[in-house]
């Protein structure tokens, strides 16, 4: 028995059977919304924070700031209430309501602005001011790395190495780079596709980055093939994970879930799996359930 943060990761990874025929192709889902703080965020979360305490960056006078669309924000106010330091999250206000409430519950002061990239501005120049810290998920090793020490080495532990297909959203570009890294080390034919927005679409927790906002730590070479994902894709798909499979998972997940099925259709044999980011009851303010 341990805390709470001993409780982060070993997700459970569930097979996803009404969607196919093929039996030789095998969707599995892994389902990060087990997480204690929801989402797949509290891997990166916790790694961010406590090497930047081993490092000796942070301590408990420091004030932390980061700017977050939401699932990374739950998780530091989490984390950071459990070490005891400040936190400002900086959010979009088009944020679901839910995710404001829950980052405040766990101490955290919560700005509301227009855009993320101004959300981002707006951290980094306080943070430039000296009396905050960044953690910058978006240019922090810390947040690829947890997912090497981690989530893709429970991937491959629970398909027996049989995996050929990873598939995730990209925001911060964290999840993927990580398990992309860990995969093709162990396998380098295993093929990594990363999921975006269409031109047109919104999609929470999934970004189509202007190239001078693009995450400093995507390397573009380690993912071999993009998926363009409407919005209506990615909403029906989330809402049939929950009626079907019993997967109650938000937007991003739903994307996620549209690439893996277009690659089972295009496969004779494999194994797929795709990261189900969060949880749907993080929406429930939204319209992505109607």
């Not at 000296?130 to 398909?159: C, M, S, V």
């Not at 994307?255 to 009851?281: K, S, W």
């Amino acid at each position: 028995m341990g805390n709470i943060i001993e409780t982060i990761g070993n997700t459970p990874l569930v097979e996803i059977t009404r969607f196919h025929n093929n039996p030789k192709v095998k969707i599995y889902a892994k389902l990060e919304g087990n997480n204690p703080g929801g989402s797949v965020k509290d891997r990166a979360a916790l790694n961010m924070i406590r090497s930047a305490m081993e490092r000796g960056e942070i301590n408990k006078d420091t004030k932390l700031i980061e700017a977050t669309s939401g699932n990374t924000g739950i998780a530091l106010a989490m984390i950071a209430s459990m070490f005891g330091l400040s936190l400002e999250l900086v959010m979009p206000s088009t944020s679901t309501r839910e995710r404001t409430l829950t980052m405040e519950a766990f101490g955290a002061k919560v700005t509301l602005l227009e855009t993320m990239e101004i959300c981002r501005d707006y951290a980094e120049e306080k943070a430039a001011s000296g009396e905050y810290f960044i953690l910058n998920q978006f240019a922090n090793p810390d947040n690829y790395e947890a997912h090497i020490k981690t989530t893709a080495p429970e991937i491959w532990r629970d398909t027996e190495g049989k995996i050929t297909h990873f598939v995730s959203a990209m925001g911060t570009t964290g999840t993927i780079m990580g398990c992309s890294m860990y995969l093709k080390e162990q396998n380098p034919d295993i093929q990594i596709i990363g999921c975006q927005p269409t031109e047109e679409s919104s999609i929470p927790g999934i970004r189509r980055w202007p190239q001078e906002y693009l995450p400093k730590i995507y390397d573009a070479s380690r993912v071999d093939r993009v998926i363009d994902i409407k919005q209506s894709d990615a909403t029906q798909k989330a809402r049939e994970l929950a009626k079907q499979e019993g997967v109650f998972a938000g937007m991003s997940s739903g994307g996620a879930f549209h690439a893996a099925l277009q690659v089972a259709n295009e496969l004779e044999e494999g194994l797929i799996v795709f990261i189900v980011c969060d949880r749907g009851d993080r929406y429930l303010s939204s319209d992505l359930f109607g």
